[in-house]
């Protein structure tokens, strides 16, 4: 049981270029989720999914995009990488319902350049 | 405590301490609360949680207090020990949706030996 497994930990991309981050969860969980984490700041929510085929927006969800194929993954893909998306970015997933906390990958630390 | 500016709050205390981190959350609607730990360079760990039925939750060395008249959540650690060096986050899923959490911007808790 590896939980939430997150690809790569890190990544250097130039202005412009587009690339996913991968996601994996092994829980069987309905729930999954993308954040992004900025110094000195919480953890925004980008996109999440409450099952396989149904996503949706996040507070801050401009410059990705998301889909859910299974349960099992769910990629987050940057269409056009700009220097404000230098974060490190953190998948979770959750089981469905009342009471559960998310548990969370380890992160992808992104850089822009 | 946490804030909304763009430093993080700051806590330190000595080895053995007792420490009380503290949280505004935002959505009176919201009627879950979760603490999350993250240690440098990790992802979030789940400590504790707690249902808005409740005002008060006990865990290993941990406590959460919840006053849902004023929107403030807190916790606890007895005995604090180096290993609790981290930064603490709270957590509200937003406005009652249990698919999606909302982040304070978290309290980074230094325990000197």
């Known amino acids: 049981n590896a939980g939430v497994t997150q690809t790569p930990k890190f990544q250097v991309l130039k202005t412009g270029q587009s690339m996913t981050l991968q996601c994996a969860q092994d829980?069987?969980?309905?729930?999954m989720s993308w954040y992004r984490q900025d110094p000195g700041m919480g953890l925004r929510l980008i996109h999440y999914?409450?099952?396989?085929?149904?996503?949706d927006q996040g507070e801050v969800p401009n410059g990705y995009n998301v889909s859910r194929s299974t349960t099992e993954d769910f990629p987050l893909r940057l269409l056009s990488a700009a220097p404000s998306q230098t974060s490190v970015y953190f998948c979770?997933?959750?089981?469905?319902?009342?009471?559960?906390?998310?548990?969370f990958g380890s992160g992808t630390r992104l850089t822009v350049v | 405590g946490e804030s909304v500016g763009l430093h993080l709050p700051t806590l330190s205390v000595q080895e053995g301490d007792n420490s009380i981190i503290n949280c505004a959350y935002s959505?009176?609607?919201?009627?879950?609360f979760i603490w999350y730990k993250q240690e440098s360079g990790k992802g979030p760990q789940f400590i504790i949680d707690?249902?808005?039925?409740?005002d008060k939750r006990q865990g290993q060395r941990v406590t959460v207090l919840l006053n849902k008249t004023v929107k403030h959540l807190s916790l606890q650690i007895a005995a604090t020990q180096p290993g609790d060096s981290a930064v603490y986050f709270c957590?509200?899923?937003?406005?009652?949706?249990?698919?999606?959490?909302?982040f304070g911007k978290g309290t980074l808790l230094t325990v000197n030996p």
């Open positions: 957590a509200e899923n937003s406005g009652g949706s249990n698919y999606k959490l909302t």
């Open positions: 959505n009176s609607a919201s009627d879950y």
């Open positions: 979770a997933s959750s089981p469905a319902g009342e009471g559960y906390g998310y548990t």
């Open positions: 829980m069987n969980h309905e729930y």
């Open positions: 999914s409450v099952g396989a085929g149904i996503t």
């Open positions: 707690i249902r808005s039925n409740m």
